[in-house]
């Protein structure tokens, strides 16, 4: 057994012997301040939102603990158009519960994430045009999306206030989310709407489900400093396994919360043979955000980002930018509208689609794609503690020159979908 998952099950088999944990004031409405948004730990990982982003979830108080659960799940239908699309009916998933308590002169928080979507996604994949970054079996996944491990997430967190607006954290996770990227898109404020992933994801997040992850951060006032340390590998084809490996990679992120409504992230990241079809290869990662969230009275919303990622192979020195753009808008209480705009660098392994890359191959750009879309969504039915919406959306591609032979001058998609979350009474 590892050194962290020890000191994880140390953590949850601890006493109960301490005061009544400050994330009660979540029950109050959002934070406040930057180190009471930090200490909620409502997002993945270590990540953080502007305080004023809302985050529905149930919450209850049971002695000394403040439990909390948060979630979002999507039954949905794909159809795409072009010789590359595909057809498919799965759901994408997943159930946050939290546990919170003071400890000592600091606050314990103790999460796991769970998601169903190695049953609710099959053949490991659901069709999304234009997307590649993943394996399974020996081949890479392209034009489909891979689904989330079972055990997204186990940690345990913990806060130490130093004066009244300094923070010193540790997170310690067996499987986790380390301090690189902005929030992973499926907790995005922004992109809770949305039942499928972004075509940047490999540029931008796909380090929130790492193994054997270690990170300190210190907050003063506004500004965050983390740095973390993790197991290179993104996750193998088995999806059901908690996965371990050495501490081989790393990472460094600078978090600015200036105010309710804004927050944003620079980070750096070595990531050691992330890719089990180029194991001799490292990575170097850049990314940068901004949020933005603006309540705008009862439960509507405004929540918007703007990310850009960057990745640079080592091995052949090859580039691969993305950039992003989402923003969902909450009106009149029970609506949802939202868009997803991207524009992405592709590979030539794109081009040779679902099969045993051949000997000698070597990975170029095959230009870039932008994607736009459009969806929308309605709460429906009075279901107590779950919310339950029907919506659609719709994604036009422009690929470029070299791809569009392969893929046609105007591929889309479809997606129609019912959408199921947690809540709570005031939401």
């Known amino acids: ?155 345990a967190l913990y806060d130490l206030p130093l004066g009244t607006r300094a923070l010193l954290s540790f997170y310690l996770a067996p499987v986790g989310d380390p301090a690189i990227g902005p929030t992973a898109f499926p907790h995005r404020a922004s992109a809770m709407e949305d039942p499928v992933a972004t075509l940047g994801h490999h540029q931008e997040d796909s380090t929130h489900i790492a193994d054997d992850v270690i990170t300190a951060g210190m907050t003063f006032g506004w500004l965050r400093i983390e740095a973390s340390g993790f197991h290179g590998r993104e ?25 309710q409504y804004w927050s944003g992230q620079y980070s750096w990241g070595h990531l050691h043979s992330p890719e089990a079809l180029f194991p001799s290869e490292d990575q170097d990662r850049m990314t940068a955000s901004v949020m933005y969230n603006r309540p705008l009275g009862g439960n509507d919303n405004w929540a918007s980002s703007v990310v850009w990622g960057r990745t640079r192979d080592l091995g052949d020195n090859l580039i691969e930018n993305s950039y992003l753009l989402e923003s969902t808008l909450r009106f009149r209480d029970r609506n949802d509208a939202f868009t997803r705009i991207e524009d992405v660098d592709r590979t030539s392994e794109l081009l040779l689609g679902e099969q045993t890359l051949p000997p000698g191959f070597q990975e170029q750009s095959s230009g870039r794609v932008q994607a736009y879309t459009f969806g929308y969504d309605r709460e429906v039915g009075h279901i107590p503690h779950l919310s339950a919406a029907l919506g659609a ?15 046609g001058a105007d591929p889309m998609g479809a997606v129609v979908f019912l959408r199921l979350r947690p809540v709570g009474k005031h939401e």
């Not at 270590?46 to 002695?63: D, F, I, K, Q």
């Not at 088995?238 to 501490?247: D, I, K, L």
């Open 1 to 155: 057994m590892s050194r962290i998952r020890k000191i994880v099950l140390a953590l949850l088999c601890a006493g109960p012997a301490f005061a009544v944990a400050p994330a009660q004031m979540l029950m109050n409405g959002p934070p406040r301040t930057f180190t009471q948004e930090i200490d909620a730990h409502t997002t993945s990982g270590t990540s953080s939102e502007p305080n004023s982003t809302p985050v529905p979830m149930l919450m209850t108080m049971r002695g000394n603990w403040m439990l909390m659960l948060h979630g979002n799940g999507f039954i949905a239908d794909i159809q795409q158009t072009s010789p590359r699309g595909g057809d498919k009916f799965f759901s994408t998933n997943w159930l946050m519960p939290m546990a919170q308590r003071t400890w000592g002169p600091g606050e314990l928080t103790l999460r796991t994430m769970l998601s169903l979507e190695p049953a609710t996604v099959t053949g490991r994949r659901y069709p999304l045009l234009f997307q590649q970054g993943e394996t399974a079996y020996g081949k890479p996944i392209v034009d489909g999306q891979h689904p989330h491990d079972f055990v997204m997430e186990l940690a």
């Open 235 to 259: 996750p193998n084809e088995h999806r059901w396994q908690v996965q371990q490996g050495a501490v081989d990679s790393w990472s460094l992120r600078a978090t600015l919360q200036p105010g």
């Open 393 to 407: 959306k719709v994604t036009a591609y422009t690929p470029g020159s070299r791809l569009q032979p392969v893929y």
